[in-house]
């Protein structure tokens, strides 16, 4: 399948080698994407197909990314793949969760269950396929601490060197740990997550390092197959709704590319609407939103959240993600702190848990519910995009009654759930209990 790089730019849409080192178009400076010449693609013979691969032992069958590789063609062939048995992720039910949002039913799509505990896996795999396949030794990227979670394992089950370049003080100590056992090297820089990917994009040229931010187009590619094994999931039936939470807003590029393409291979029959939910202090995505024909993008110099995987004030693949919002008819949201610690601990009830930006879906689901932009019997599939063990210390805060938002304004915790300590007494411990 011939596959190119192409300027995401409507205007531009030159096109580049598959194999060139590029980030943004020399040309125009826009974004660029990966794009095919389809061919021969017959939905119901790969759909049969996809489903036989999962009874395969073959771990490039089993994957949830490469098992549908026909849909993200741009290797020439597969040697250069490193899975660590990525995707696969399950499509949950959550009827408590659903209650809280004043839904008939929600169904919620857990990428925490992942590898290494978020979504960036998905991507990551492809990221590091294309790194290696261009002979590079090194990659880096900057991040809010999945990325280089995910980055760090991937790049050293292939043999390639992680630099992994993070805010100081600003990401869970979860994620801090895995990129240091997977083994990157660690820079903890003293800057937001905007003003270090200036800094390392600067760097990689300079050092002839491969980067794999989310502005990488292969990283998309991968990212698309959450949303087409979520698809194989429902018969490939598509839901009215996909709610996501949004940062740098490359996974809602990743889904509106993977939507687009869906349709127009004939895999589904409608479009479903994406809704981008993100946290209050970190909103640059949802005010442009308000008014789009307004004009200029307008970064937030200084974002805050609790909900630090999403703490990012001047999203790179915004211009992607308000063409996919546009396109799908989808829209975007915002929240306050209170409402993520509250819809988290809910998920936490369903048994099934998950980080606090992938919280910000449910509250936005509920706000959406109750001013009635979704309707109480929509299908409605929330994407939960990290695991619940990956900021344990925000989860001890809430259930103690020691979480504070970024504005130092105490959150109160309406599912406080306290730890009591007891004495080593049975009669007390039963009393206690009865
Ligand atoms: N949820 C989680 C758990 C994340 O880690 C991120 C992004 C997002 C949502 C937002 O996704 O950026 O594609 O809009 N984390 C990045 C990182 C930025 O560095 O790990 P997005």
Same mark, same amino acid.
């Given at each position: ?143 809010? &601490? #999945? /990325? $280089? +979670?995910?980055?760090? *394992? ?5 043999? !390639? ?5 993070? @805010? ?81 807003? &490359? #996974? /809602? $590029? +990743?889904?509106?590319? *993977? ?5 127009? !291979? ?5 479009? @479903? ?84 930006? $992938? +919280?910000?879906?449910? *509250? ?71």
């Amino acid at each position: 399948m011939p596959a190119e790089l192409a300027c995401f730019d409507a205007a531009c849409r030159a096109r580049f080698p598959i194999t060139e080192v590029l980030y943004n178009c020399p040309r125009c400076g826009g974004l660029l994407e990966a794009c095919y010449e389809w061919e021969g693609i017959d939905a119901e013979r790969l759909k049969r197909l996809f489903r036989e691969r999962r009874m395969s032992n073959a771990l490039i069958d089993s994957s949830g990314v490469w098992r549908y590789r026909e849909l993200i063609p741009f290797l020439d062939d597969l040697d250069a793949v490193v899975s660590l048995g990525e995707g696969g992720t399950p499509l949950l039910d959550g009827p408590r969760a659903a209650r809280y949002a004043g839904l008939d039913r929600l169904a919620l799509k857990h990428q925490g269950f992942n590898p290494t505990g978020s979504f960036k896996d998905n991507g990551m795999t492809c990221g590091v396929a294309q790194a290696v396949r261009l002979g590079r030794r090194r990659v880096a990227c900057v991040s809010t &601490g #999945n /990325t $280089s +979670a995910s980055m760090a *394992a991937y790049a050293s089950a292939a043999g !390639l060197q992680p630099v992994v370049f993070i @805010p100081r003080g600003n990401i869970s100590y979860g994620k801090l740990a895995q990129a240091l056992e997977y083994g990157a090297r660690t820079l903890e820089v003293e800057a937001n997550f905007d003003q270090i990917l200036a800094l390392v994009r600067t760097l990689a040229d300079r050092l002839g390092i491969y980067l794999l931010n989310s502005i990488n187009p292969f990283r998309i590619e991968g990212q698309k197959t959450i949303l087409i094994e979520m698809m194989d999931q429902r018969d490939w039936l598509a839901p009215d709704w996909i709610v996501l939470p949004g940062g740098n807003l &490359g #996974n /809602t $590029s +990743a889904f509106g590319k *993977a939507l687009r393409e869906m349709r127009q !291979l004939g895999f589904i029959s409608k479009m @479903p609407k994406l809704a981008v939910v993100q946290a209050e202090g970190a909103a640059p995505f949802y005010e442009f939103m308000r008014r789009p024909a307004a004009g200029a993008f307008r970064a937030v110099a200084d974002p805050e959240t609790l909900a630090t995987a999403i703490r990012i004030g001047d999203p790179v693949s915004w211009p992607k993600a308000w063409h996919e919002i546009a396109s799908s008819g989808g829209l975007v949201a915002k929240v306050t702190e209170r409402e993520i610690a509250d819809a988290k601990a809910v998920i936490g009830q369903c048994g099934i848990g998950c980080e606090p930006a $992938s +919280a910000a879906t449910l *509250a936005g689901i509920r706000q959406l519910v109750a001013d009635g932009r979704i309707a109480r019997e929509a299908d409605v599939v929330a994407v939960l995009t990290g695991n619940l063990l990956k900021d344990p210390d925000y989860i001890y805060r809430y259930h103690t009654g020691r979480l504070e938002a970024p504005s130092g304004v105490a959150i109160p915790g309406a599912f406080a759930n306290q730890p009591v300590v007891v004495p080593n007494d049975a009669d007390r411990i039963a009393a206690l209990l009865e």
